[in-house]
């Protein structure tokens, strides 16, 4: 149950496009379609952003989205907002019916 | 509305117990797993335990597999997690979370509504 490999800052200017990647192996990410991305806010819960992969639960933005290529998640902001600045974090099911996350990006809107 | 409410932190020696409750609304309870999830301070998010709607099945985490013992009460709406011999690293924001989708027999570890956390402090 190692953790996913997630890069630990990322940073854009409003406007622009960024994407974060989430790395696992083949007994998670790459062995299942339910790689989810969640957005957290300090001090505040985790909220839902991408799930299956690549759908949107009602009401998230557009500008959210997701793939997934053997190993490796990846979830793209277009058009960033200075709210999009938070901490975003993959996770995938994995063996046993357990679950891992992501260490976590920090997303800094310049 | 769905709301989840986390009760039962503080501060608890190393070896000490704790009990966390989270109590439930706007849902059909039975009818979706639930997970604990848990951030250290300053730290990224860890999965603990999910438990499936129906209660019937249980998952944990290595970290806390035999220490740790998640349930969940049909009538109260509420789910708990049991902490035994806690250790210093198991200082953390706990979150009860909810399953997106409906199944009563599994956990599908993706969670629509989360809990506003309670905050667990092991130290002597």
């Known amino acids: 149950q190692s953790a996913l490999t997630q890069p630990a800052s990322v940073s854009g200017s409003p406007g622009q496009s960024i994407t974060i990647s989430c790395t696992g192996t083949?007994?998670?990410?790459?062995?299942?379609?339910?790689v989810s991305w969640y957005q957290q806010h300090p001090g505040k819960a985790p909220k839902l952003m991408i799930y299956?992969?690549?759908t949107r639960p009602s009401g998230i933005s557009n500008r959210f989205s997701a793939s997934k290529s053997g190993n490796t998640a990846s979830l793209t902001i277009s058009g960033l907002q200075a709210e999009d600045e938070a901490n975003y974090y993959c996770s995938s099911y994995a063996s046993s019916s357990t679950l891992v996350f992501g260490g976590g990006t920090k997303l800094t809107v310049l | 509305e769905v709301q989840l409410v986390e009760s039962g932190g503080g501060l608890v020696q190393p070896g000490g117990s704790q009990r966390l409750s989270c109590a439930t609304s706007g849902f059909t309870f039975s009818n979706y797993g639930m997970s604990w999830v848990r951030q250290a301070p300053g730290k990224g998010l860890e999965w603990v335990s999910g438990?499936?709607?129906?209660?019937?099945?249980?998952y944990y985490a290595d970290s806390v597999k035999g220490r740790f013992t998640i349930s969940r009460d049909t009538f109260r709406n509420t789910v708990y997690l049991q902490m035994n011999s806690l250790r210093v690293e198991d200082t953390a924001v706990y979150y009860c979370?909810?399953?997106?989708?409906?199944?009563?027999?599994?956990?599908?570890?993706?969670?629509?509504?989360w809990g506003q956390g309670s905050l667990v402090t092991v130290s002597s």
């Open positions: 083949s007994s998670d990410v790459g062995g299942y379609n339910y």
């Open positions: 299956d992969v690549s």
């Open positions: 438990i499936s709607g129906s209660g019937s099945t249980t």
């Open positions: 979370a909810k399953d997106r989708l409906l199944n009563q027999w599994l956990v599908q570890l993706t969670f629509d509504y």
